[in-house]
């Protein structure tokens, strides 16, 4: 089936430790993005991709890292240097700009930092 | 810059009541808009979309009209159920620039409906 994978669905770390969450998919999209979302609050954009190997700060990108080097693939990496990095994270993919398009997300991960 | 304002939850209703979630939005170009919703514990699920003034979108027996005039995108649903329980999100992209499709959210309605 097509769709988008995050792994793990938890995930805990200690304080001062980096942790990269994992997002995939299978949709043949070109664009992908993340998500912050903490509790009883909307959706913040963290970065963003449009293509291989391109990505774009979103509005909240200090303490984070993304890679794209392939279609398919756009981990995120929750730096030392993010202060407050418990929430739950939303990976999500759509066509490329110049389409005006739904985005499909994935189920998430939700990172508890102590 | 861009911005979605929805009402503030929770709302409670009981099971078959008729559902209002009041979305407005501020755009400096003409945006599509959409309803997301996040059941417990998941992401989230394109509910549905309206690309210009006028636009219904429908799905599940929800509707939300997108209202130029008003700068409005009010989901509805006329008889609701316990498995509707859920936090919906109101959101907007505008028309294609360089930047792409960001989207930007509202901050979300919380739903309980109750048996």
């Known amino acids: 089936d097509g769709g988008i994978t995050q792994s793990p669905k938890y995930l805990f770390r200690k304080e001062g430790q980096n942790v990269t969450l994992s997002c995939e998919q299978n949709?043949?999209?070109?664009?992908m993005y993340w998500y912050r979302q903490d509790p009883g609050q909307g959706l913040r954009l963290i970065y963003y991709?449009?293509?291989?190997?391109?990505?774009q700060k979103g509005d909240i990108a200090e303490g984070y890292s993304v890679s794209r080097e392939k279609k398919e693939s756009f981990p995120l990496t929750v730096t030392s240097a993010q202060k407050n990095p418990t929430a739950f994270y939303l990976c999500?993919?759509?066509?490329?700009?110049?389409?005006?398009?739904?985005?499909?997300f994935g189920p998430g991960t939700r990172l508890t930092v102590t | 810059g861009n911005s979605v304002t929805q009402m503030e939850g929770p709302v409670t209703l009981s099971e078959e009541a008729f559902l209002t979630i009041n979305c407005t939005y501020t755009?400096?170009?003409?945006?599509?808009l959409f309803w997301y919703v996040q059941y417990p514990g998941e992401g989230l699920q394109l509910l549905l979309k309206?690309?210009?003034?006028?636009d219904k979108g429908s799905n599940k027996g929800f509707e939300a009209t997108y209202r130029k005039e008003t700068t409005s995108f009010h989901l509805e649903k006329g008889s609701v159920q316990v498995s509707d329980s859920a936090v919906y999100f109101c959101?907007?992209?505008?028309?294609?620039?360089?930047?792409?499709?960001?989207?930007?959210f509202g901050g979300g309605t919380r739903v309980l409906v109750k048996p």
């Open positions: 999500a993919s759509g066509r490329r700009t110049g389409v005006i398009n739904e985005q499909y």
């Open positions: 949709l043949n999209h070109d664009a």
């Open positions: 991709s449009q293509i291989v190997n391109d990505f």
């Open positions: 755009a400096t170009g003409y945006p599509s």
């Open positions: 309206a690309t210009k003034a006028d």
């Open positions: 959101a907007l992209t505008e028309t294609p620039t360089a930047a792409g499709n960001k989207l930007t």
